[in-house]
T-cell receptor, first 113, second 113 residues
């Protein structure tokens, strides 16, 4: 089955800096890659996703890139703000096959002002 | 829509007792997922349903765990008997499409003493 590795497990940046979180997946048939943000005491919330027919997607300060050949994808947050502090999860699935999302172990991002 | 609704939000029980967690998915979503979150193992998929039918329960840790979905608007996850190592946050999520964006509830924090 699918296995998703996520790095780093913790990341500390200064406000205004960029943050990058990387994930690799094992199943070459996976074609849907979402990112979730989890704040303390809440459930994970979808922030951006990308499908395998696209190499990059942006939404304001966040972007995701996908390298299908290397089977890895990354989340980029620019101009970080204290409210970006949270746990971020990547995930992978095979959309057409109707499978469940398999998650990485998460990255705790701390943005200090 | 109110989103995915889970109850209770917190549950404290004694070892050996039966625990039932409840979930109401987003109306119209055909997929329902149960995940368990711990510090050590991250977000683990336990089981998921499509149109009320269990599709994959390979993540259910032991026979002490069972899940049902009697109709499109309700699912339960039962642990009997509960053990201290079952202490975790249990999330329910639902999705319109399998392998697509999943939306999480607020979770149930289970503590078994």
């Amino acid at each position: 089955g699918e296995n998703v590795e996520q790095h780093p497990s913790t990341l500390s940046v200064q406000e205004g800096d960029s943050a990058v979180i990387k994930c690799t997946y094992s199943d070459s048939a996976s074609n849907y890659f979402p990112w979730y943000k989890q704040e303390l005491g809440k459930g994970p919330q979808l922030i951006i996703d990308i499908r395998s027919n696209v190499g990059e997607k942006k939404d304001q300060r966040i972007a995701v890139t996908l390298n299908k050949t290397a089977k890895h994808f990354s989340l980029h947050i620019t101009e970080t703000q204290p409210e970006d502090s949270a746990v971020y999860f990547c995930a992978a699935s095979k959309a057409q096959a109707g499978t469940a999302l398999i998650f990485g172990k998460g990255t705790t991002l701390s943005v200090s002002s | 829509d109110a989103g995915v609704i889970q109850s209770p939000r917190h549950e404290v029980t004694e070892m050996g007792q039966e625990v039932t967690l409840r979930c109401k998915p987003i109306s119209g979503h055909d997929y329902l997922f149960w995940y368990r979150q711990t510090m050590m193992r991250g977000l683990e998929l336990l089981i998921y349903f499509n149109n009320n039918v269990p599709i994959d329960d390979s993540g259910m840790p032991e026979d002490r765990f069972s899940a049902k979905m009697p109709n499109a608007s309700f699912s339960t996850l039962k642990i009997q008997p509960s053990e201290p190592r079952d202490s975790a946050v249990y999330f329910c999520a639902s999705s319109l499409l399998g392998g697509g964006p999943a939306f999480f509830g607020q979770g149930t924090r289970l503590t078994v003493v």
